[in-house]
């Protein structure tokens, strides 16, 4: 494909803007990204970009797509009563239910211009189900992160949803297995991570201890929930006389990265030197962490000391909405407020986090992220000078982040298919797959009544 005439946010490293330029695409690839026009090769499928801003496809650090089904259902709660109910979703889930969520999430995420998703998985009471959420989000067409943690202890989650360490040893070795092929693509459209959920709340030192030297003896990246609320550093202070998740996961020698630490809350500024030292990124979660009450993360604390921080919505019962480009907002603009200082993380530092340092987090930094020549080609069309909400467009980057709404986005490519064309999921039958979502969850949300 060759995209035309276009205004192409790159993010590279000098985070050039180019007012006029061209992107070629072979073969999944960029192949060339130039401010001169180039002709077209012969039957090559042309996009005029005229008008409009090609940029690097968002990513979704932090998600768990079958909470679309329960979305709007549980709020208002204390943060331990959420988690009960969230938990005991798995004794309702069904394969399908995570297949079709898992597809619903996607078309929601790709209309919105997210092209990766990391899915953290923590219920495995049916021993599919990661199967099913991986083939759902696969089927139409995002890039999959997909997370199998594991949970071991804890008075608020059902005994059929925990396991014991070596019992989720073999289910993540084996669930590797069955996506060798895939994950070894270089393509890299399919990653598998292995972790504990929550350590000190979910999951015991001993199932950090056998995550992370699963994650060291075969390559694989983690991702756990760190320090969320105020209420997991009192349990762990409590437990093990250890003041801070992180202090207390690095003295069991858990804390060896490379680490995605979802949502790291409540760490002080000791921890966040002893992530970078780690190798552990943070996912930051605005827009959940004010749902929930959970607090606001120290993200320009984590900045200063060089810890790679990445972005995402978190499920949609502590969101509501799979949005990155409202969490791109939140983002920058709460560190403003908790610090006073109007300068304190500007829009393309915002865009950064939701695209090339997403990318760094997830070890997929020389493959996506930024629109330079050899990286694939994950990228998204959006015209702003046709929304009430963007004109006038003066400063491009920051329209992007603190107004662009997501239905500015018209067209969607990921590997260098077009996947989003004209603002609707290609090949699919959008309306009858959303009309199965909506019958999915009401019918989930009968069987959780049930149980909760």
Partial sequence: MLIENATVVTVDAADRVLDRAWIAITDGAITAVSAEPI???????????????????????HTHLFQVLIRGVYEELPFVEWLRRIYACGLALTEEDAYLSARSAAVEALT????????????????????????GMRSMGVRTVFART?????????????EAPDEAVAACEALLASYQAAVADPARMLSVFVGPNTPGVSATAAMARAMTDLAQARGLRQSLHLAESRSVVRQVERDHGI????????AEGALRGPILAAHSVHLDVDELRLLAERDVAISHNPVSNMFLGDGIAPVWEALEQKVVVALGTDG????????????????????????????????RQALRMATIDGARA????????????????????????????????????????????SDA???????????????RVAGIDQQALLADAQAAGMDLVRRLSAIV
Avoid: Y
């Fill in 112 to 135: 919105s211009g997210t092209t990766t998703i990391v899915e953290h998985h923590f219920l495995n009471r049916v021993r599919d189900l990661p199967a099913a959420t991986i083939d």
């Fill in 409 to 423: 986005v018209s067209s969607v490519l990921v590997d260098g298919r077009l996947i989003v064309n004209e603002g």
């Fill in 39 to 61: 002709a077209p090769r012969p039957g090559e499928p042309r996009l005029d970009a005229t008008g409009k801003v090609v940029m690097p496809g968002l990513i979704n650090a």
């Fill in 316 to 347: 949609a019962a502590s969101n509501n909405s799979q949005d990155m480009f409202e969490v791109m907002k939140v983002a920058p603009l709460l560190q403003r407020a908790r610090r006073e200082d109007a300068s304190a993380v500007g829009p």
């Fill in 362 to 405: 997830l070890g997929l930094g020389d493959v996506i992220g930024s629109i330079e020549v050899g990286k694939r080609a994950d990228l998204v069309v959006l015209d702003l000078e046709a929304s009430p909400h963007t004109v006038a467009v003066h400063d491009v980057v920051s329209q992007l982040v603190h107004c662009a709404p």
């Fill in 243 to 250: 003041t801070g998740v992180a202090r207390w996961l690095d």
């Fill in 150 to 162: 594991a949970m071991d202890m804890g008075a608020l989650a059902p005994s059929q949803v925990l």
